[in-house]
């Protein structure tokens, strides 16, 4: 049985399982089955060596990490829309870059970068690939596209802190 299978026989016997695993820690099931289905679709795009007795240990780890990236995240939300809120009332909200504005100058920066450039560093940011994905997809050698990858990074860094 190839990992493909073995993956596909997992999911269809054990995917509610894993639902309710994650359900239970974040007390929102229709965010813990959009985190099932991804971990699935990671699992499936992956090349590691997959067996049938670690398969499991695999999951439950990735599914952990899953809740402690859904919990980060969450944070990250709450401190940011806490700071809008009390700094609404004393006038800095108009400091404030609106997200718009900096995708925007975020597009103008990438657009004075060479296309190889701008294309992995917006399957890095907008698709959230990983270097390796986007060699494996991209057909490229890992160390160029982590090279080109920080090269992006750094043009698009000094470009916004020109900017602002």
Request: aromatic share 8%; charged share 25%.
């Amino acid at each position: 049985m190839n990992n493909h299978q073995l993956i596909s026989y997992y999911y269809s016997l054990h995917r509610d399982e894993v639902v309710s695993f994650i359900a239970v820690r974040t007390s929102d099931a229709c965010e813990a089955e959009d985190m099932v289905q991804d971990l699935f679709l990671r699992l499936l795009r992956g090349h590691q060596l997959i067996t049938p007795q670690t398969l499991p240990a695999l999951i439950y780890a990735m599914a952990r990490h899953a809740v402690a990236d859904y919990y980060r995240r969450r944070r990250v939300r709450e401190e940011y829309e806490h700071y809008l809120r009390n700094h609404e009332h004393s006038g800095e909200i108009e400091t404030l870059v609106s997200a718009r504005q900096l995708m925007e100058r975020m597009e103008h920066s990438l657009a004075r970068l060479p296309e190889a450039c701008s294309k992995i560093y917006r399957l890095h940011i907008y698709d959230g690939m990983k270097v390796g994905d986007i060699a494996q997809q991209l057909a490229l050698p890992y160390k160029q596209v982590e090279n080109r990858l920080g090269q992006a990074r750094r043009h698009v860094r000094q470009h916004m802190r020109s900017c602002i």
